[in-house]
Every structure is written in structure tokens, then in C-alpha cells.
């Protein structure tokens, strides 16, 4: 079993930043960001294999995102920069046991957090 804690949402004004943070308790290969905003499906964002490092992220993140780890506290983060109102949404943290294909889909993943809410007001 995994347990995924998130941290890190809040409300910011359009162009401003915010750090996201998933503390794993328990073993996790593949870890990803998904983000959910009203009436639309969930969406992967960003993806880390934690033995490696390697990421993906989705295009309309690409290039003010960026996902990273640190192995010590067993903790992902999702640094968000030049942040638009487009990017509000509830952003989940989930993982696998495996390694996962790109882009990341829901139904690889057996482990979730419960979410933080990001606002991004203009």
C-alpha cells in the first residue's frame, strides 16, 4: 500500500507561482501530477520515474512546470511558474509500482492522493 499526501495549492494571481508537494509513504516507482478542473475529464500534467529522474510533461505545461524529487523525504514536487487561469484546477498526485507509458492515463495508476486545489485568478 501507498499512501500520497499533497500540499502546496492556494489561490495566485495570473503569472505568479506555486510549488506543489507529494509525500509518498511507501514504495513508488512512477509518480505523476494529474489535474481536474470543473465539468472537464482528468488530465496527466506531469510525470517522474523516481529511480532515474526522467520526466514528461504535457504540452500545455511544458516550459513552466517542472516535476523533481527528493528521494531523502520520499516527496515529489510540481513547481509551477507563469501560471494562467487555464491552470486552475484540483491537482492529484498518484503512483505506480511500475513504469508507466506517456502520456500518463488515470487507470495506470493504483495510488492517489485527495487532491489540492490550485486558483489562478486574472
Known amino acids: 500500500q501507498v499512501q500520497l499526501v499533497e500540499s502546496g495549492g492556494g489561490s495566485v494571481q495570473a503569472g505568479g507561482s506555486l510549488r506543489l508537494s507529494c509525500v509518498a509513504f511507501?514504495?513508488?516507482?512512477?509518480v505523476a501530477w494529474f489535474r481536474q478542473a470543473p465539468g472537464k475529464e482528468r488530465e496527466g500534467v506531469a510525470r517522474i520515474y523516481t529511480d532515474e529522474g526522467s520526466a514528461w510533461y504535457a504540452d500545455s505545461v511544458k516550459g513552466r512546470f517542472t516535476i523533481s524529487q527528493e528521494n531523502a523525504v520520499n516527496t515529489v514536487f510540481l513547481q509551477m511558474h507563469r501560471l494562467k487561469p487555464e491552470d486552475t484546477a484540483m491537482y492529484y498526485c498518484?503512483?505506480?509500482?511500475?513504469?508507466?507509458?506517456?502520456?500518463?492515463?488515470?487507470?495506470?495508476?493504483?495510488?492517489w492522493g485527495q487532491g489540492t486545489q490550485v486558483t489562478v485568478f486574472s
Open positions: 498518484a503512483a505506480s509500482w511500475g513504469r508507466v507509458a506517456d502520456p500518463p492515463v488515470e487507470d495506470h495508476f493504483g495510488y
Open positions: 511507501g514504495y513508488t516507482y512512477s
